[in-house]
């Protein structure tokens, strides 16, 4: 692998899901691996005892490391795969390159810089923004840092999310800064801190720190032994400023890649949105047939992502319960809820009622966006089954979850099949049933799907749960179009969803083939 040929994948690799990200993973692997610059066989080594005692107090871990899968201080490193390092290129801790955790002196008046978290960039070539304190103010109860010195979070999340920098213009050239950092004052003429940064970037650290998380969730942080101890391979030191400037410069190219990307998604997302208005706009089912053909002949430009397919999923919806998926005979009335569906309500069995056989109970958490999960599943005894059998459902059923009835992929409502039988109806879980021949079941199941519903609903709350009640559904209205009609809707329906899932499938399949692909590649190059 040379660096053309990374550049060169780099277009293809971007396009991938979390491709950027994953490329700005495998340039900082590559540049503490040395692949991506060449070495010079006359540049003086790592490993120069006599340089390195003159200029610092580093130690030598060894060309091949501390013994397999060890560092200086016998424990774990994540650099196993790297024993066999380059020429000129040998291992040190982390602790044995400059002084971690360093203390500064300063007039208690100095005017100094001062770093909360919320100034530490994620961005590797960034600097930080620099506050301004009095030293008396800030030298006790907080961390010591100096222009030069390299900083990075301990604590999660912003750990994994790379907050950290070089620090540099501070007043005076001293700070503090917050408690959350692990700090390194590096000895210059041995290694850069810039350097250091791409090192302490790298994912392989960064697992391995997350491997040391000490602390209670979400507050867990990673070890000072591990921060001291790790295994960094380092090259000679006009290697390492060949690596720096040469990851800034992939770096750059990936902005522009970035960039490139977000604004051709943004002309992407613009068109398809206005496709789908048009659609949505539609004034009656001949206007519907115009603006489908259009958004059918450019669905591979409009839809890039199996997520892209839920609006055009809702567009239908609204659609069909507004009268203009099919052409109508005569205007349809609007009708309350209550004068045309009856629900049933579910029971609150007890939960010392459940065993470990019996009949399985519906409850909310088994109710997905148009699927029911038994995963999570409870059942109670036959005998208890017999005695509330009035709270059984039948195949056809639909359930609606009236506690939490929205997630992220819609709102919670299914259908009973007949492998979910037998089954019981559990509080908080409602089942609408048509008390008239005038209502098709897969009609109103329909408009419970469609944005109509979805949208007219206010989720309160009940003992800090959004909650929706039988009550508030039985005052909605709804289009009552004739049964004839309702089961032409519900087939329209039933087709272009059918064309909505096969978009979905293929649009999965390609995405986890050019993950892999991508993946694939990354490895290639980091071999």
């Known amino acids: 692998m040379t660096p053309a040929e990374l550049i060169a994948a780099f277009d293809v690799l971007a396009d991938a899901p979390d491709g950027v990200k994953r490329l700005r993973e495998l340039v900082l692997s590559l ?31 060894g060309s091949k490391g ?36 360093p203390r500064n002196k300063a007039p208690d008046a100095a005017v ?17 923004q620099v506050d301004t304190r ?11 840092v ?22 540099s213009g501070l007043p005076s050239g001293i700070g503090a800064a917050t408690t959350e950092l692990h700090v390194l004052r590096p000895s210059l003429a041995v290694v850069l801190p810039n350097y250091l940064l791409i090192f302490l970037r790298t994912p392989d650290f960064v697992a391995g720190g997350v491997a040391t998380f000490t602390g209670t969730a979400g507050q867990q942080r990673v070890s000072t032994d591990y921060f001291r101890g790790v295994s960094v391979p380092l090259p000679p030191l006009a290697e390492q400023h060949r690596i720096v400037a040469r990851v800034d410069e992939l770096m750059d190219l990936l902005d522009q890649l970035e960039a490139a990307r977000t604004a051709r998604d943004e002309v992407r997302r613009a068109a398809r949105d206005a496709a789908l ?15 489908w053909g259009r958004v059918s002949d450019a669905m591979d430009e409009l839809f ?46 007890k939960s010392e009622w459940y065993s470990p056989s019996g009949v399985r109970v519906v409850r909310n958490q088994n109710i997905g966006h148009g699927n029911v999960d038994w995963r999570q599943g409870k059942m109670v005894p036959e005998r208890v089954a017999a005695e509330f059998h009035r ?14 009835p929205i997630i992220s992929t819609g709102l919670k409502v299914a259908r009973i099949r007949s492998h979910d039988l037998p089954c019981l109806l559990l509080q908080r879980v409602a089942c609408p049933r048509a008390t008239t021949g005038e209502l098709v079941a897969d009609y109103f199941y329909t408009w419970l799907q469609s944005p109509e519903f979805s949208c007219a609903i206010d989720p309160g709350r009940s003992n800090g749960v959004p909650h929706i009640s039988t009550r508030s559904i039985e005052d909605m209205e709804l289009r009552l179009p004739s049964v004839v009609e309702q089961h032409c809707i519900v087939s329209k329906v039933e087709a272009l969803m059918a064309i909505c899932d096969t978009l979905v499938s293929r649009l999965t399949v390609a995405r986890d083939l050019h993950s892999q692909f991508s993946a694939a590649a990354g490895h290639r190059f980091d071999v």
């Open 31 to 61: 540049a503490v691996r040395g692949k991506l610059v060449e070495q010079d066989p006359a540049e003086e080594p790592a490993s120069n005892a006599t340089s390195v005692q003159r200029h610092g107090s580093a130690k030598r871990v």
């Open 304 to 349: 890039v992502e199996p997520e892209d397919v839920e609006p055009l999923r809702q567009a239908v919806l609204g659609l069909a319960v507004r009268g203009r998926l099919v052409p109508s005979v005569t205007e349809s009335p609007r009708v309350k809820v209550r004068e045309v569906v009856e629900f049933l309500n579910g029971y609150a069995f």
């Open 134 to 144: 009095i030293w008396s103010d800030v030298k006790k109860g907080y961390t010591h």
């Open 277 to 291: 208005a048009a659609l949505r706009d539609a004034p009656d089912a001949e206007a519907v047939e115009v603006a």
């Open 112 to 128: 100094v810089g001062f770093l909360p978290m919320a100034n530490l960039p994620t961005d590797l070539r960034a600097t930080p």
């Open 66 to 101: 501390p013994g397999a899968g060890e560092t200086a201080g016998g424990g774990p490193h994540p650099f196993d795969t790297a024993n066999d390092l380059l020429p000129g290129w040998c291992r040190y801790s982390l602790d044995t390159l400059g002084t971690v955790g």
């Open 146 to 167: 100096a222009d030069g010195d390299v900083v990075i979070a301990k604590i999660t999340p912003c750990f994994q999310n790379g907050k950290g920098c070089v620090v």
């Open 391 to 404: 709270f059984a459902l039948y195949d056809g059923d639909i359930v609606l979850s009236l506690d939490r």
